[in-house]
């Protein structure tokens, strides 16, 4: 009996975390296979290694040649199949498509042969530790990627770590069960029972509060980030991006630039660093502005001149509002931007709204460089005078030709996915920009929530979709890209900025007059903009402000926005709204409530493994029993091909053990074995210290022979005690 539950045990151990590996890809939606098949021919293969190694030696090996054999069999009969399948699977997973791929076949395969890995590591090398550890981090990695943790996998997992304990410290190799040790299996029994109760008293427990839960897992996550980010120096270091964030958005406070103005702005200013156009996936394209400005000069007819056109274009809006705005002339502001990184290569310009940057007009300095711009309210461009010069009227035509081209380059959204979003807006009769904004702003009141900590999103999901239908929580990259997609679904050109937000009280005046800001990291912020036909690309800021209001800030937003009336199906008031990233730490962050089982199961499961493990190696020294030591060092000496056939009670053991070991003092060998033969055939109880000693000795022979040890053979010596 003692030998068969023993054997379950070992195929539970060998099979469990393979079974929840295969109900988390089961949980993906762009693959679909046989979940029962799988798991039918993986607890076969595993009962194939157990019982032929509990059988024969000679059988266990016969058996693992002819799985050799019929996997490469499998593969010339099906390597094709298979490898479309991995070639189609993954883009499947990824994109979530809605047409689901079944690889059974493939999965089969790969089940079988994970489970051959599995029980290989558990007969042959015996590294329980390592085929746990391995198979965990592919749960973690499915789990990070967006598989779902169904009840099945968390009880499985449960019972995983039950029955990983349960042969750890009672169902020891080469030794039973006995009345003896009764005491120690009761006491067992009831930590193990107590581990279960906990575990499942903490599941109840989440369940019922799992806000504070996860504010507190949270909070853990972003000191982590906030360490790494410091030690690594990446907190300093300025950065716009394209890639929308898929997790929490954790600030290190570090000061990324520093700016340098001649007078205190008066408004709010945006800082650009990265402009985006198109979007697929979670990502937006840097806009180069190529395809605009190429059309434009072919509509003018100047293909040959399109540098020219992109120099008029670059400085346009600056440049005419100096020459036609009288006014102007006496407001033009300087700036000079320093990274706070003293290493960094100036590839790329943070610069502000209405600037005259273009690569021949700023102003490069050891450690910075400067520009010049105006304020919003500083712009009053006067068209009317376009035809008063040769240059006027060049740059009239490219700014018409520019404002018809862009209806086409900047409305474009990807032709496949983000089917809800595209259902949402093609139901509204939206035709302006005033009733587009108002649809905008409305709807994210009523129906999103702004945190930085809104969870992870799986990212074979659309970041877009998730956070404006399903998790409804997010931060500026998710309303400014939300806000892009919506606005040129409702046919207005619209591209994606990154940056960061300076408010005017951030700047301290120096002595020299001039006045100051250093920008951390938490003014990092990403906006929607919109092209004015009067002064060019315009930020349009729709993340919920402090308040929790959205409130747009537009240039000349005068009118007032109209109500429109929200789809009915969507809604989803917000209670608590959270604060915007505009310089000012968010210090009340609010979330929709999510369940935290995943991370804590993951958590549970690894710290189980370590407490058994951690108890393992410092338990009592009197849990040690001298006579499962002296066994442990034959199996040694046995697998290193020594004293095969020996058991310990030959007359002779004594001495061939002396020269097998010659290394080892002979007195301390036959102390051992005086030790060892009193332990089996004396009712002389043994002492602490006798126990002690041959437990070192045993360390010692261990020792010996693993430093002599080579290649693969030193896992052997790896998992012993």
């Known amino acids: 009996m003692h030998k068969f539950i023993n054997l379950v045990i070992e195929i539970c151990i060998c099979f469990i975390p393979i079974g929840v590996i295969l109900f988390l890809l089961r949980s993906f939606t762009g693959i679909t296979f046989s979940l029962w098949s799988c798991m039918g021919i993986g607890v076969l293969t595993i009962a194939l290694f157990a019982v032929t190694h509990a059988l024969h030696k000679g059988l266990y090996w016969f058996s693992i040649c002819a799985l050799i054999i019929a996997y490469t069999g499998f593969i010339h009969a099906y390597g094709g199949e298979m490898y479309q399948d991995v070639v189609y699977a993954i883009p499947n997973i990824v994109l979530s498509a809605e047409r689901a791929r079944d690889i059974t076949t493939t999965m089969l395969f790969f089940t079988s042969l994970l489970c051959a890995l599995s029980a290989f590591f558990e007969y042959s090398l015996s590294l329980h530790g390592i085929l746990s550890m391995g198979l965990l981090a592919i749960i973690v990695l499915l789990l990070v990627t967006g598989a779902e943790l169904s009840i099945p996998a968390v009880l499985l997992l449960l019972v995983f770590f039950v029955v990983f304990a349960i042969r750890k410290t009672i169902f020891k190799e080469g030794k039973t069960i006995t009345f003896s040790s009764i005491t120690k299996k009761r006491i067992t029994a009831c930590i193990l029972c107590g581990l279960l109760a906990v575990t499942i008293i903490f599941l109840v427990f989440s369940s019922l509060f799992s806000s504070p839960l996860s504010s507190l897992a949270y909070t853990a996550e972003g000191w982590v980030s906030r360490t790494l980010q410091d030690i690594s120096g990446i907190g300093d270091l300025p950065e716009a991006t394209g890639q929308i964030n898929y997790g929490n958005n954790y600030k290190t406070g570090e000061t990324e630039l520093t700016l340098v103005t001649t007078e205190q702005p008066t408004e709010t200013m945006y800082i650009c660093g990265f402009t985006g156009k198109d979007y697929y996936h979670g990502n937006w394209t840097y806009d180069t502005e190529e395809e605009a400005i190429s059309q434009v000069a072919e509509n003018m007819q100047f293909s040959d001149y399109t540098n020219w056109i992109r120099g008029i274009y670059g400085s346009m809006f600056f440049s005419m509002n100096y020459d036609t705005n009288w006014d102007a002339r006496r407001t033009r502001r300087q700036m000079i931007v320093y990274y706070a990184n003293d290493n960094m290569n100036y590839h790329g310009f943070f610069t502000p709204y209405y600037t005259n940057v273009t690569y021949g007009n700023v102003f490069m300095q050891d450690d910075g460089y400067g520009l010049q711009y105006f304020e919003q309210n500083e712009m009053d461009v006067n068209w009317a005078r376009a035809e008063e010069n040769r240059y006027y009227g060049i740059a009239n035509r490219v700014r018409l030709e520019y404002r018809k081209v862009i209806q086409n380059v900047y409305t474009t959204v990807p032709a496949d996915g983000l089917e809800r979003l595209k259902t949402l807006c093609n139901a509204q009769n939206i035709s302006t920009f005033e009733e587009a904004t108002a649809f905008i702003q409305q709807y994210f009141m009523k129906h999103l929530t702004y945190s930085t900590t809104p969870g992870r999103t799986p990212i074979n999901e659309d970041i877009v979709e998730t956070f404006l239908f399903d998790s409804r929580t997010g931060y500026c990259q998710h309303y400014a890209s939300a806000a892009v997609l919506m606005y040129r679904l409702f046919g207005i050109p619209c591209r994606y900025v990154a940056g960061y937000v300076v408010q005017p009280n951030d700047f301290v005046r120096l002595d020299n007059g001039r006045w ?17 036909e009067n002064i060019g690309w315009t930020p349009v800021d729709l993340t919920p402000d402090n308040a929790g209001n959205v409130v747009p800030e537009y240039p000349g937003m005068e009118f007032e926005l109209p109500v429109i009336e929200q789809p009915a199906e969507q809604s989803q008031a917000i209670e608590t709204p959270g604060t915007k990233e505009q310089g000012t730490p968010q210090t009340t962050e609010q979330r929709e409530e999510r369940s935290p089982y ?58 061939a053990l002396s020269q097998e070991l010659q290394d080892i003092n002979q007195s301390d060998i036959e102390k051992m074995m005086d030790i060892v033969y009193r332990t089996a055939f004396s009712n002389k109880p043994i002492t602490e210290e006798e126990t002690f000693f041959v437990d070192k000795m045993y360390k010692t022979i261990r020792n010996a022979f693993a430093t002599k040890a080579k290649g693969i053979h030193r896992l052997y010596y790896w998992k012993k005690d």
Do not use: C
């Not at 920008?519 to 990092?524: C, E, H, N, Y």
């Open 516 to 532: 100051e800001a250093d920008v951390p990291d938490t003014s990092a912020h990403a906006w929607a903009e919109v092209f004015d």
């Open 598 to 655: 995943p991370i804590f199961i993951v958590l549970i499961a690894v710290g189980a493994v370590f407490f058994v493990y951690a108890w393992k190696k410092k338990r009592n020294i009197e849990d040690k029993d001298v006579t499962h030591i002296f066994q442990s060092i034959l199996a040694i000496l046995h697998h290193e091909k020594l004293m095969v056939g020996y058991t310990g009670t030959e007359e002779d053991f004594v001495k």
